[in-house]
């Protein structure tokens, strides 16, 4: 665990909310910061009566919203500077691809499922001038989801929270893995049968 990590959860005891909502924010805007441990630490916090869930829930919602707008608008304002700063990172040509094949899908998804590709799915959807209202919607369910899962599994395992936050880090790490491999057959597919279908429509004429 980092210092800056270390630091958040000591605030998280000593300010509460507001301090998980704060690193939540940084975390969503793009800061390596490691949101789902900070849930989890959040629901265990609860679960020992340190925080309260009714304050806790609505707060995280609208922290981590804001800052994947915040990406966004990064995005469409920052526009072409962007794309050519970050597209040949890894992060952004997995995240690409991902949004190429289902853009809602693909925003929905990377709130709690796939959440290492979340924050440059964020600026790709800016900088495709995607529609604000139906990324704001998929943000939200997803990101309900996300804390929603992340606060009860540290409410029910608050005994042993940090070593699930590591498990649950690796079963993230794995999951992009397998939908990267899975987009690049499925992409490889198409390609070889258009390629056929091509080569076909010539030797017929």
Request: glycine fraction near 12%.
């Amino acid at each position: 665990m980092s210092d800056l990590s270390d630091a958040f959860l000591t605030g998280m005891l000593t300010f509460g909310t507001p301090a998980l909502s704060a690193a939540l924010l940084l975390s969503a805007l793009g800061l390596p910061l490691p949101g789902a441990m900070f849930l989890l630490a959040a629901g265990a916090f609860v679960s020992q009566g340190v925080l309260d869930w009714h304050l806790l829930a609505p707060l995280a919602l609208v922290a981590v919203i804001a800052g994947d707008s915040g990406g966004y608008c990064l995005g469409r304002c920052a526009g072409k500077p962007v794309v050519r700063r970050l597209a040949n990172s890894a992060a952004w040509q997995k995240a690409q691809a991902t949004f190429d094949r289902r853009g809602s899908v693909a925003v929905f998804l990377t709130r709690f499922l796939l959440t290492p590709l979340a924050t440059p799915t964020n600026l790709i959807a800016g900088t495709s001038r995607y529609p604000y209202r139906r990324f704001l919607l998929y943000s939200a369910l997803g990101e309900f989801i996300w804390i929603a899962g992340y606060g009860g599994l540290g409410y029910l395992f608050a005994d042993s929270w940090d070593v699930l936050s590591d498990l649950l880090g690796n079963v993230s790490g794995l999951l992009v893995g397998v939908v990267l491999v899975a987009a690049g057959g499925y992409a490889a597919v198409r390609y070889t049968r258009r390629s056929r279908q091509s080569r076909a429509g010539v030797s017929t004429s």
